[in-house]
């Protein structure tokens, strides 16, 4: 049939390559996505100009007083000038320095778990000094100690975000032990045990954080003996990571039931008691399967301790509120609000990130 | 020792600090001295009363009422700590021992002094509740009100009398409880409700707020008495006396014309009544369990009530608040204080 | 003597040694720890309660409350009790959470279902939406919907209206109320026959399906014997139905049935919140279907949307529905952030107002948290009866 002579390779219609190549076949594929594409642009659009002309375009940014806010659009002069009462909140000015250290030290233990350069053994070693000396050494610096000649500074007056990823820390390094304890308990042979871990965790998962912070702050006092009473930090934290940690031991019993029996049975074979089974066989294994769980447990703790403002400790959101009243100021709680969500954001959203990057790492599956 | 063990160690005591700081069995005063300073528990935001400000120090006549016991206690009105509470848990932290005075804009009734095991020292502000209303509506008087919708915040005296004065008079309306004074004001700036109703001193700052603040109208008739004062425990006098005639001091030292700015040259006045005030006659101070020079420290560390009120609602502030009830009962007002004698 | 100890300690080695026993032992020890705990607190609360003259007991439930409430699914007003409006808030939770599960679970299939699409600006755009919404406090995304709802609305003198029966403004949307007349239960009782019918209906035509491979358009029929046969007795009977038409009087109007914007923006931030996470849940869901199924129905020459309902949908199910019910939970807990906008919940009316003027924390925060127990435990009833029919039946 054919002469032998082969046809020249013809270049691919210009309709398929390109940039009109690329919007054909992403943006309008066919006749119901083609629609779809016009209707969300025309969305997207029409509600960022104006948004865009209001935050950057006709925003005041520079100044110190309310009268630098002269323009129609945003007046961040206002976040600007309240910013320290953001990040520190009531820690008196000449001790923020310690704060700081605290936040430094955070960063170099944070940043290379994002960078694959970085070796697994140090992100491991980096891992555990921030579960275990370093919340201890915050600790020490930032309520201060006689020993180091650190003068105490009083948790009434600890606030804003550094209040916010304090209760956040706080609550997962705490509520990971536990969960894993009541895990644990949950596939217990025991009934007895069983049941309370069963009751513990259905109870705290069923009930509203809002009347579990409201009882911590309220009631305790009223479940305590007369003339004992707990700091206000510590009641709030109580009361989050018991709440965390039923959460967290839902998560961690995916975990366990997820490893095949054989391990267990293979743990028992070698003679392994029960805690040493659990602790260098199972464990790890369950451990390892649901650090994205974990994880997305710690993004909803963090969104999670904004509801303290209810019981009156000053969080990054509450300082927000309590200033944004000032009537020294026109309306600026748009602008107190969007700078909320926007540090919110950014913890949230690189803390999912690398939930996902997890996801990806340990995913060995058949997905496409 | 390792530096290690230093760290644990250090850490247990200061958590063992936390947990358990019983309510000593001395005297409040006693205790206040030992431990250096006054624990007093504020509002968690409340402009003119209790706010923090730009440089994150409390501003107000609240905070100033606490300042002013620290002055007369160690003579440094900064020797003080501030708690902010909020209203579902002000009575608790003073019943609990967590504070030792509560200045918190409370308002002062029957069953608050008498079955919370609270007494009220006497009256720093008097409130009264009031109404905003849009202007364009063209209401004169509350009880034009009549089926109108109510934005209102909770947790407080205002949700009762609101109810009590609608009912009073026979009118209907929708009430729409928000939680915070911030949310309040932006549903009424929303045209969610056609009336605001809070405390009065509260009513022009929330107006404040409002793109045009013309456009909203604040209605003269109060519907409440609101004498907000500081608060202590009951069942120990000598502690009440000490917050009590902190405040009168300060009227007092009004009335005799003693400022924070001519308190030193006032030292060598020859009023027998600014004598006995300052201190320079007289051993008023040690019948109360403080030095003799306490009113002057008040005067100097935080100033007299005019000063007070001036530097915090008075007309330059943002909320610009006349002198009106709380003026000296012989200029107007009914500030009216003991003498020291 | 000596013989005796040794065996004693013998065997007591062995007691110590034997699972059993010291399984028996730790669980004794453990009840008597938890009991002694519970009855500690107990103790303190009693003496703590009676020596701060705080009065006890449920006897404020039946006391006059004394105070309104801007919106309520039963009749109430400010004479009835505290034990009233506990329901008025119940009833009010109950409405946002059951509207809330019911639009995030289409909001986040659609969107879930989105991120896989082929369009890159809808996958993109969907994407977004998680990143977004997931990331930022719900209590701030009240806020944001709440003034967000209201300023896009009119003033009441400005509603919005449809044939002056229905009128949309920045105090609510305001309905016509039905008031039943004589012969409605008629009319109620063919309604109800109508469903039996079509569930019966629906059965018959997917045996027939099964055995004979036949089609019926079982829904469809259904359907209009849900809606036909009631509408042509209810016409029959003579329209036994009167409306309560809402008119404008003085600030606001007056009568119907009023949904206010509260609910509406609570249920869009419930809405949206949640259908971020159920997106993911979905996302994950539909990837975890093994791709040869795709393929297999492709091959089968099933179209894609076809191919999705089908085949990869219920397949997905069971994936999806275990950490879909604590989204469902979540929903419902999270409608407790109501107070922030004034929405009358059950948080807002009773552990708020009610708390507030009785002073009686212990009862009402008991009270409270023990009906969001009750609710959460049965949806998650409900939702693991529904994870049994859906699971895989091994055969």
Redesign the interface.
């Known amino acids: 049939m054919s002469d032998g002579k082969v046809n020249p390779v013809l270049p691919p219609p210009s309709l398929s390559v390109g940039v009109i190549g690329w919007i054909k076949k992403n943006l309008f594929p066919s006749w119901f996505s083609g629609v779809l594409t016009v209707v969300l642009g025309y969305f997207i659009i029409s509600s960022l100009i104006p948004f865009i002309d209001w935050a950057i375009l006709k925003a005041d940014f520079i100044g110190e007083s309310p009268a630098d806010c002269t323009s129609e659009g945003a007046c961040w002069v206002f976040i600007g000038t309240r910013l320290d009462f953001f990040i520190y909140g009531f820690y008196p000015e000449s001790e923020h320095w310690r704060v700081n250290v605290i936040y430094l030290i955070f960063g170099l233990i944070i940043v290379p778990q994002f960078f694959s350069a970085v070796s697994a053994r140090i992100k491991m070693i980096l891992g555990v000094f921030g579960v275990t000396v370093f919340p201890a050494l915050s600790f020490v610096m930032i309520y201060g100690s006689e020993t180091f000649g650190l003068p105490i500074v009083g948790t009434s007056v600890w606030g804003g975000l550094t209040l916010t990823l304090i209760l956040a820390y706080v609550g997962i390094v705490a509520a990971i032990p536990i969960g894993i304890l009541l895990a644990l308990g949950r596939r217990s042979d025991m009934p007895l045990v069983r049941a309370l871990c069963v009751v513990f965790i259905e109870f705290w998962r069923g009930v509203p954080l809002i009347t579990i912070l409201f009882m911590a702050s309220v009631m305790l006092p009223l479940f305590l003996p007369d003339g004992v009473t707990f700091d206000r930090l510590l009641r709030a934290l109580i009361g989050i990571t018991l709440f965390q940690s039923a959460y967290m031991a839902e998560v961690i019993r995916g975990g366990l039931q997820a490893i095949p029996k054989g391990q267990y049975e293979a743990a028992e074979a070698l003679g392994l008691g029960y805690w040493q089974g659990m602790g260098l066989i199972i464990l790890p294994q369950a451990l390892k399967i649901v650090i994205p769980g974990i994880v997305n447990t710690l993004i909803s703790l963090f969104k999670d301790t904004t509801l303290v403002l209810v019981i009156g400790l000053f969080d990054l959101l509450r300082a927000v509120q309590a200033t944004i009243i000032d009537p020294a100021w026109r309306n600026v709680a748009t602008e107190g609000y969007i700078f909320a969500a926007f540090v919110f954001w950014v913890f949230c959203y690189s803390m999912s990130r690398y939930s996902q990057m997890l996801e990806r790492k340990l995913h060995t599956g058949h997905k496409r | 020792m390792s530096n290690k063990v230093k760290v644990v160690v250090a850490g247990i005591t200061a958590v063992a600090a936390m947990v358990a700081t019983g309510v000593a069995s001395a005297s409040t005063l006693e205790t206040v001295k030992q431990r250096g300073s006054v624990i007093c528990g504020v509002s968690d935001g409340l402009p003119g009363f209790s706010m923090p400000d730009e440089r994150a120090n409390w501003t107000g006549i609240d905070v100033d009422t606490c300042r002013a016991i620290a002055a007369a206690v160690f003579g440094d009105p900064t020797k003080i700590q501030f708690r902010s509470l909020n209203a579902r848990e002000r009575f608790t932290a003073l019943q609990s021992g967590e504070v030792d005075v509560l200045s918190r804009n409370t308002t002062w009734t029957l069953t608050r002094d008498a079955s919370l095991g609270l007494n009220f020292t006497g009256v720093n502000y008097y409130d009264g509740q009031g109404f905003m209303v849009r202007a364009s509506l063209g209401v004169k008087s509350p009880k034009e009100l009549d089926g109108a919708t109510v934005c209102i915040q909770a947790g407080t005296t205002t949700e009762l009398n609101l109810a009590d004065y609608f009912r009073a008079n026979g009118m209907s309306y929708d009430a729409l409880v928000f939680d915070t004074s911030d949310q309040t004001i932006q549903g009424f700036a929303a045209n969610r409700c056609d009336v605001l109703t809070s405390d009065i001193s509260q009513l022009a700052a929330l107006r404040s707020k409002l793109d045009d603040p013309s456009s909203a109208v604040l209605l003269e008739e109060l519907i409440s008495k609101e004498p907000l004062g500081p608060v202590v425990r009951q069942g120990d006098d000598q502690w009440f006396n000490v917050v009590k005639w902190t405040l009168k001091a300060q009227i007092n030292a009004e009335e005799l014309g003693v400022t924070s700015a001519n308190v030193d040259e006032m030292k060598s006045s020859e009023n027998p009544e600014v004598q006995r005030l300052l201190g320079t006659s007289g051993d008023f101070g040690q019948h109360i369990g403080l030095s003799a020079d306490w009113a002057y420290n008040i005067v100097k560390g935080v100033g007299n009530y005019g000063e007070m009120f001036e530097r915090n609602v008075g007309p330059d502030t943002p909320l610009g608040l006349p002198r009106g009830m709380n003026n000296l009962w012989n200029n107007g007002g009914i500030l009216y204080a003991p003498p020291i004698r | 003597m000596a013989d005796k100890r040794t065996t004693r300690s013998g065997g007591f080695a062995r007691l110590w040694n034997d699972p059993t026993v010291r ?1 028996r032992t ?2 004794i020890l ?2 008597l720890v ?1 009991v002694y705990f519970f009855w500690t ?1 107990f103790q ?2 009693v ?3 009676e ?3 705080i009065s006890t007991g449920l006897g404020f439930l039946s006391q006059p409350s ?5 919106m309520s699914l039963i009749p109430y007003n ?1 004479t009835m009790s505290y034990g009233r409006t506990f329901w008025v808030g119940l009833l009010n939770t109950l409405l946002v959470s059951g509207l809330g599960i019911v639009l995030a679970t289409i909001v986040g299939f659609i969107v879930g279902i989105g991120r896989l ?6 996958s993109t ?1 969907s994407a977004v939406f998680v ?2 919404f ?7 995304q009240i ?2 919907w709440y ?1 967000a709802v ?2 896009n609305l009119p ?1 009441p003198r400005q509603s919005m209206e449809i044939g002056e029966m229905f009128f949309l403004n ?2 609510g949307l305001y309905l016509p109320a039905p008031l039943p007349e004589e012969g409605m239960g008629v009319v109620w009782g063919v309604l109800v026959l109508a469903l039996i019918g079509a569930v019966l209906l629906y059965r018959w035509a997917r045996k027939r399906q099964e055995a004979t491979g036949q089609q019926f358009p079982a829904i469809r029929v259904g359907i209009a014997m849900v809606i036909g046969l009631p509408l042509v007795v209810f016409l029959a009977m003579g329209s036994p139905m009167d409306w309560d038409v809402p008119e404008l ?4 109007f ?1 009568g119907g049935i009023v949904m206010i ?2 609910l509406g923006a609570l249920l869009l931030a419930l809405t949206v919140y949640t259908a971020a996470f159920i997106a993911e849940i979905v996302r994950s869901g539909i ?1 975890a279907v ?2 040869g199924q795709t393929e297999a129905s492709a091959a089968l020459g099933l179209k894609r949307g076809t191919t999705l309902r089908l085949v990869i949908i219920p397949q997905a199910m069971r994936v999806i529905i275990p950490p879909l019910t ?1 989204q469902y ?1 979540n929903l419902t ?2 409608s ?2 109501a ?4 929405y ?1 919940d059950l ?2 009316v009773f ?3 009610t ?3 009785t002073g009686q ?2 009862e009402i ?1 008991a009270i ?2 023990l009906v ?2 009750t609710i ?2 049965t949806i ?1 009833f409900l939702m693991n009866i529904y994870n049994k029919a859906a699971a895989l039946k091994e055969r």
């Open positions: 399984a730790f669980q453990t009840a938890v607190i303190n609360t003496a703590n309660m020596r701060r003259g004394g105070f309104g409430i801007v400010e699409s082929k369009n890159w600006l809808v755009l990143d977004t997931r990331n930022i406090p719900l209590l701030l806020f944001f003034f209201l300023r003033g920045n105090r009087r003085g600030f606001n007056r914007p509260e990837q093994s791709h604590s939970l807990k999270n407790s952030l107070v922030a906008i004034g009358p948080v807002s552990m708020g107002t708390l507030n003027q924390a212990v925060v409270t948290m969001y127990l959460s435990l998650s």
